[in-house]
């Protein structure tokens, strides 16, 4: 239950928030009251948990597996040099923590599959797809779906992103209705053989954080239904209309995705490691 009144710390805290009229005290404690699920403490979800802790997010869970590796410090702001070798979901919730006590972390080190999915997911007002591998984004799509959960989706290859929300409730098409299925085996390079520009997360991440906020706060147009794409390179945005594909295997007509699939054995990319959405862009 949301808390009605708000001690001295947080009004200084938040100060920027409360005099804001879009957000107020009234969306302060609404903020105060939601839980998020993360999906993946790397990239994407770095920046989008540490704006959503700082602006006040009750709840935050972190879902990852990985510890934390030299060469994600180029990109994943959650970590630092010394937590090296430390489980992410660990360094994600001391940097958390550290960023706003208000913000309750649950630590979900796990790999997301198709047992435990539906499970996390409801715990939850909302889940981020922070990961950027097709078995784990297909999966989280479909759990999204089936659980009801609104799903902040970004995604990010080399010098490109892209960002949605999809709201199973609303019935406006949902991660399958633009790709239906994975892609074969080995067809897409993971992030480690692609590379990624460090800053693109960053910028990306931090919209998904925006939008996420927007969305709780039920203010301004969030990205249900559109999907923005942008271009690093020349510093452009792009905005599509979605719509629900009536073929789609998931949320079409006559679906055929009826339950939750585990990809992981015939996609060919490991399902830890951050990789990227390249067939997605491509085939915009
Ligand atoms: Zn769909």
Same mark, same amino acid.
């Given at each position: 239950?949301?808390?009605?009144?708000?001690?001295?710390?947080?009004?200084?805290?938040?100060?920027?928030?409360?005099?804001?009229?879009?957000?107020?005290?009234?969306?302060?404690?609404?903020?105060?009251?939601?839980?998020?699920?993360?999906?993946?403490?790397?990239?994407?979800?770095?920046?989008?948990? #540490?704006?959503?802790?700082?602006?006040?997010?009750?709840?935050?869970?972190?879902?990852?597996?990985?510890?934390?590796?030299?060469?994600?410090?180029?990109?994943?702001?959650?970590?630092?040099?010394?937590?090296?070798?430390?489980?992410?979901?660990?360094?994600?919730?001391?940097?958390?923590?550290?960023?706003?006590?208000?913000?309750?972390?649950?630590?979900?080190?796990?790999?997301?599959?198709?047992?435990?999915?539906?499970?996390?997911?409801?715990?939850?007002?909302?889940?981020?797809?922070?990961?950027?591998?097709?078995?784990?984004?297909?999966?989280?799509?479909?759990?999204?779906?089936?659980?009801?959960?609104?799903?902040?989706?970004?995604?990010?290859?080399?010098?490109?992103?892209?960002?949605?929300?999809?709201?199973?409730?609303? *019935?406006?098409?949902?991660?399958?209705?633009?790709?239906?299925?994975?892609?074969?085996?080995?067809?897409?390079?993971?992030?480690?053989?692609? *590379?990624?520009?460090?800053?693109?997360?960053?910028?990306?991440?931090? #919209? /998904?954080?925006?939008?996420?906020?927007?969305?709780?706060?039920?203010?301004?147009?969030?990205?249900?239904?559109?999907?923005?794409?942008?271009?690093? /390179?020349? #510093?452009?945005?792009?905005?599509?209309?979605?719509?629900?594909? $009536?073929?789609?295997?998931?949320?079409?007509?006559?679906?055929?995705?009826?339950?939750?699939?585990?990809?992981?054995?015939?996609?060919?990319?490991?399902?830890?490691?951050?990789?990227?959405? $390249?067939?997605?862009?491509?085939?915009?």
């Amino acid at each position: 239950m949301a808390q009605l009144t708000f001690t001295p710390e947080q009004v200084q805290r938040y100060a920027r928030h409360l005099i804001l009229p879009e957000v107020g005290g009234a969306g302060q404690r609404k903020l105060l009251g939601t839980s998020v699920l993360l999906l993946g403490a790397g990239g994407l979800g770095s920046p989008a948990a #540490m704006y959503l802790a700082a602006a006040g997010v009750g709840r935050i869970g972190v879902v990852d597996f990985d510890d934390v590796d030299a060469s994600n410090l180029q990109r994943q702001i959650l970590h630092g040099t010394d937590d090296l070798g430390r489980p992410k979901v660990d360094s994600a919730a001391d940097t958390i923590r550290s960023l706003n006590p208000d913000v309750e972390v649950v630590k979900h080190r796990l790999h997301l599959n198709s047992e435990n999915a539906l499970e996390v997911f409801r715990q939850y007002d909302l889940v981020i797809d922070g990961t950027d591998n097709f078995p784990t984004r297909y999966l989280a799509n479909d759990a999204a779906y089936f659980t009801g959960k609104p799903l902040v989706y970004g995604a990010i290859y080399r010098f490109e992103g892209q960002l949605s929300i999809f709201e199973p409730a609303g *019935g406006t098409g949902c991660y399958r209705c633009l790709f239906p299925n994975p892609p074969p085996p080995g067809a897409v390079p993971s992030c480690a053989e692609a *590379g990624v520009f460090g800053v693109l997360p960053g910028i990306i991440g931090s #919209m /998904m954080a925006f939008e996420t906020i927007k969305y709780v706060l039920g203010i301004g147009e969030p990205l249900v239904g559109r999907l923005l794409i942008f271009e690093g /390179m020349d #510093m452009s945005f792009r905005r599509l209309n979605l719509r629900r594909n $009536p073929d789609c295997p998931l949320c079409g007509d006559d679906p055929s995705v009826t339950g939750l699939i585990d990809y992981e054995q015939f996609c060919g990319l490991p399902a830890q490691e951050p990789s990227a959405v $390249p067939a997605a862009l491509a085939r915009q």
